[in-house]
Nanobody, 124 residues
Framework: QVQLVESGGGLVQAGGSLRLSCAASGLTFSLYNMGWFRQAPGKEREFVATIRWSGTTTYSADSAKGRFIISRDNGKNTVYLQMNSLKPEDTAVYYC?????????????????WGQGTQVTVSS
């Protein structure tokens, strides 16, 4: 049984930082590209960042570039999202997801497995 469990969310002031973690089990983690997505109230779930199975390459949405860093530790079956210079518009539930495909994909329906999400709230 595949499980993705996010942690690290919380309440932070604008300009602050948070580090999200996603621990994976039940799958061969090192074979999966991993992604982070977010969903704000009343909005569609959107892509944030993804990292290749090897950890050598990443790709981020424009909204995340220069502020968010995705990384992974295949020895710990964990993917991270370091979020800096947070803004109120970053407030959302953040989800990690796994994709077995070879290339990078940003579509929600391309990902095979999902976590339950962790709430991030940025106050102004």
């Amino acid at each position: 049984q595949v499980q993705l469990v996010e942690s690290g969310g919380g309440l932070v002031q604008a300009g602050g930082s948070l580090r999200l973690s996603c621990a994976a089990s039940g799958l061969t983690f090192s074979l999966y590209n991993m992604g982070w997505f977010r969903q704000a109230p009343g909005k569609e779930r959107e892509f944030v960042a993804t990292i290749r199975w090897s950890g050598t390459t990443t790709y981020s949405a424009d909204s995340a570039k220069g502020r968010f860093i995705i990384s992974r530790d295949n020895g710990k079956n964990t993917v991270y999202l370091q979020m800096n210079s947070l803004k109120p518009e970053d407030t959302a539930v953040y989800y990690c997801a796994g994709d077995r495909a070879v290339g990078f994909r940003t579509a929600v329906n391309a990902y095979d497995y999902w976590g339950q999400g962790t709430q991030v709230t940025v106050s102004s």
